[in-house]
């Protein structure tokens, strides 16, 4: 097979990818999308619990640091400002694709997440993108302002080549390093990546008392951090074998650093010293039952075998013992020996410098032609669809320049 040229070749056939093939090849360019897995977008079929949360309501473009990490959360401000969660409804709803809001903005298919999967590749049909997948990529180099890729299915060339190749999260479903052996090939620095979206772990010893709990959720207020650095989420805690996960554990993790402690406030809409005293006057519960009122009673017997002047009807309880309990309660404090790692992270935190990026189309400083979008670039959205409306405004972004 001789070498082929297209206007635009983009490697990755996922959220960023296929959303920017499309539109740029609605817009006239010729272009190919590359990936190496042998079936499409598979982070989009399983988010979400198979049911894809695409996007959030709540994403405010005029201050997405708010919703955003990475060195530089307000790099994303351009591209989510002229492509926002309001235009992509649109497409979802002209596609007769029903949705709900789930919670805090959260947009999810009533259906199945393949409802977007094959709005995409429908969008992509009606751009005329070829595709090629699977088919790994080889060598990659720049000559007479063109991109020369070699791939498993021959070479090709293109004036722009759109790295859309995501992240280290999830290596089952074809994660790969790719897109960064690529930055680092053509000398764009790279903030170091580290899962995020991602369950804790503790040490297994001191583990052990919480262990059995596995299976138990429950509000709480979590927090990370110190001074201007410290962020806390209301969201729901799950207890697991190993330690802890639910959507509070998922979206301090992006914020968590090792070695740091947590705070976990386990009855954030309880004042706690006033209950406990008050029950004290009113009540001849053991404590164990009482805070059962609050806490799930699996959790409730737990805290109350801490102590053994726990172990006692509440009206017999010191009014020190209370304030002890209703204290560590309200600022449980916990430091994770680690997290459960790519295996576990829903996206993948740090990547390409968007230093090196233009804001408007994503386009590498001093590389002509070469654009980062998506996942591989390092803006880290928060839990709730925020990493695929950066996919999708970003994809947007640069199908613009192209």
């Not at 094959?118 to 595709?131: F, P």
Request: some cysteine; proline content about 5%.
């Amino acid at each position: 097979m001789g070498t082929v040229h297209f206007d635009a070749v983009i490697l990755g056939a996922g959220a960023a990818g296929l959303h920017c093939a499309a539109e740029a090849g609605q817009r006239g360019r010729k272009v190919l999308v590359i990936d190496h897995a042998p079936k499409v977008a598979e982070k989009i079929r399983i988010s979400g619990g198979g049911r894809c949360n695409f996007t959030n309501r709540q994403l405010d473009p005029r201050a997405p640091q708010q919703h955003f990490l990475g060195a530089n959360p307000s790099f994303g401000r351009s591209a989510l400002s002229r492509y926002t969660p309001g235009d992509f409804i649109a497409l979802v709803q002209r596609h007769g694709i029903a949705f709900h809001e789930k919670h805090k903005g959260q947009l999810f298919c009533d259906g199945s997440s393949e409802a977007i999967i094959t709005m995409l590749l429908a969008e992509c049909a009606d751009g005329r993108v070829e595709r090629w997948q699977p088919c790994s990529v080889g060598a990659i180099a720049q000559a007479d302002g063109a991109y020369r890729i070699e791939t498993a299915r021959g070479t090709v060339t293109a004036g722009r080549l759109v790295v859309a190749t995501g992240g280290l999260s999830i290596p089952k479903i074809g994660a790969s390093d790719l897109g960064y052996r690529i930055a680092r090939q053509f000398g764009i620095p790279l903030v170091a990546p580290r899962p995020a979206l991602v369950p804790l772990t503790f040490d297994a010893a001191q583990w052990q008392p919480w262990a059995a709990l596995s299976g138990v959720s429950l509000p709480v207020r979590i927090t990370a951090g110190q001074g201007r650095q410290r962020t806390a989420f209301h969201e729901d805690l799950l207890f697991t074998h190993r330690g802890l996960s639910g959507p509070a554990i998922l979206q301090i993790s992006s914020y968590w650093q090792p070695g740091e402690a947590l705070s976990i406030h386990l009855a954030p809409e309880t004042p706690l010293r006033s209950a406990l005293l008050q029950a004290k006057a009113d009540s001849k519960k053991q404590i164990a039952r009482l805070l059962a009122q609050w806490l799930p009673a699996r959790l409730a017997e737990a805290w109350a075998a801490e102590r053994t002047e726990w172990q006692r009807p509440v009206n017999e309880a010191s009014d020190k013992a209370l304030a002890q309990l209703a204290d560590r309660l309200g600022d449980w404090r916990l430091t994770p020996s680690g997290t459960e790692g790519y295996k576990k992270a829903e996206v993948t935190l740090g990547g390409v410098d968007t230093r090196a990026l233009s804001q408007q189309t994503l386009e590498a400083t001093g590389r002509r032609g070469l654009h980062f979008i998506g996942e591989v670039v390092d803006i880290t959205g928060w839990l709730g669809g925020y990493n695929f409306q950066w996919a999708w405004a970003s994809a947007h972004a640069c199908a613009q320049a192209l």
